[in-house]
């Protein structure tokens, strides 16, 4: 089943768009049963299940760590964390330089649709918060992430990813040393479809890749 939907979703997605596949609901089989199809990323967004799913998966399995990192739990993470996609406060920066022993790829988590219930730096925060960044070596800040509002409402929904990818074409000028905006993470199972269109270079895909819990 899972072989059918990764199949389903890369014919729409294309070879270009790397695919995420959350497998925060799921357990370690069947995270197993998508690594034997053939997925090499993999979502998780607690410490626990990031732990347990990079113990089980084998070495060239990336897992991109996609929820909130308290900065006081980056280090029980640091030695696996190769992507980490919710970097919105300077303190986790401050940690992941502290504790890293290699760089690790950073997406800026951005507020677009400006709910409060969301996190993220609001988009007019994020050229100054970028330029901070370049003092902390470790961070390797690849591009943006944003989460879609909650409607389902297309228009509004594209209207949010297609801001994200204006705000990454403004940010050029900013670019430089370990900053280097080109990447954007956005698109999630009900909208993966609208995330490509503008753009995504990750979609991150958990029910309808691995099924509903
Ligand atoms: C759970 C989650 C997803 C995947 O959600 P689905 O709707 O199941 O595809 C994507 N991104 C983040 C940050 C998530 O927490």
């Not at 089943?1 to 890369?10: A, G, L, Q, R, S």
């Not at 007019?124 to 389902?152: C, N, Q």
């Not at 430089?176 to 698109?187: A, F, T």
């Not at 995330?195 to 991150?204: M, S, W």
């Amino acid at each position: 089943m899972i072989k059918k939907n990764y199949e389903d979703i890369k014919n729409e997605i294309g070879e270009a768009v790397n695919l995420i596949a959350v497998t925060k609901y799921h357990t370690v089989d069947e995270a197993m049963e998508a690594y034997e199809a053939g997925i090499r990323h993999f979502g998780e967004n607690r410490v626990e299940g990031f732990l347990e799913k990079r113990q089980a998966l084998p070495e060239d399995a990336e897992i991109h760590f996609i929820g909130t990192l308290q900065s006081r739990k980056v280090k029980e993470v640091i030695t696996h964390l190769n992507y980490l996609h919710s970097l919105d406060r300077e303190s986790i920066a401050k940690k992941i330089e502290q504790y890293s022993a290699h760089a690790v790829k950073c997406f800026l988590q951005v507020n677009v649709s400006g709910e409060s219930s969301k996190h993220g730096l609001a988009p007019e925060d994020v050229p100054d918060f970028l330029e901070r960044m370049k003092s902390y070596e470790k961070v390797e800040v690849i591009g943006l992430m944003t989460m879609a509002p909650d409607t389902d409402d297309a228009t509004q929904i594209e209207g949010v990813f297609q801001r994200l990818a204006e705000l990454r074409d403004s940010l050029a000028e900013v670019n430089g040393d370990n900053v280097q905006i080109d990447e954007l993470s956005m698109g999630m199972s009900n909208d993966y479809t609208l995330a490509v269109k503008h753009g995504a270079t990750y979609v991150r895909i958990g029910s309808k890749l691995m099924g509903s819990r």
